[in-house]
């Protein structure tokens, strides 16, 4: 059975830090500290918790035998082994790797790091074969 996942590798780290940092904000709060001090670590842990749901919202991209299954919470997007036509590695830091599409054009994988695109070529023709 062929079956590789890539999402992103600091989803559960940023929830825990936000959760963390949340936890101290109340600390703080309930504990009488200084003004300047609960000011802080909220914007501290504001900022955190925006990096956790930044996070969440990052497409997973699965590979299977059927083919590539792209989802992002609530959407969800498949291609065929058939509709694809290939990879590459594209010079972007957000998502270094394109599916390029058999009929024409690109999609962007996100969370698969640019190391992967041999990996990838092997895991097509696995798939296709």
């Known amino acids: 059975m062929l079956d ?6 600091s989803r559960g780290l940023t929830t825990f ?3 963390f ?3 101290w904000l109340v ?19 504001t900022a955190t918790i925006v990096l956790a749901l930044a996070d969440w919202f990052i497409p997973r991209t699965v590979l299977t ?13 498949e291609l065929a082994w058939s509709e694809v036509g290939g990879f590459a590695a594209v ?4 998502s270094p790797v394109d599916v390029l ?12 790091p640019a190391t992967d695109v041999a990996e990838l070529w092997t895991f097509q023709s696995r798939a296709v074969t």
Do not use: K
């Not at 590789?4 to 590798?9: A, K």
């Not at 035998?65 to 997007?77: A, D, F, K, W």
């Open 65 to 77: 035998e059927t083919g590539i299954h792209r989802y992002l919470t609530g959407s969800r997007r």
């Open 21 to 23: 940092d949340l936890a």
């Open 91 to 94: 010079d972007r830091l957000v």
């Open 4 to 9: 590789r996942r890539y999402q992103s590798r």
């Open 101 to 112: 599409l058999a009929e024409g054009g690109s999609l962007p994988l996100r969370g698969v």
């Open 27 to 45: 600390a703080f709060i309930g504990s009488g500290y200084e003004h300047g001090y609960v000011i802080g670590w909220a914007i501290v842990t």
């Open 17 to 19: 830090l936000a959760l």
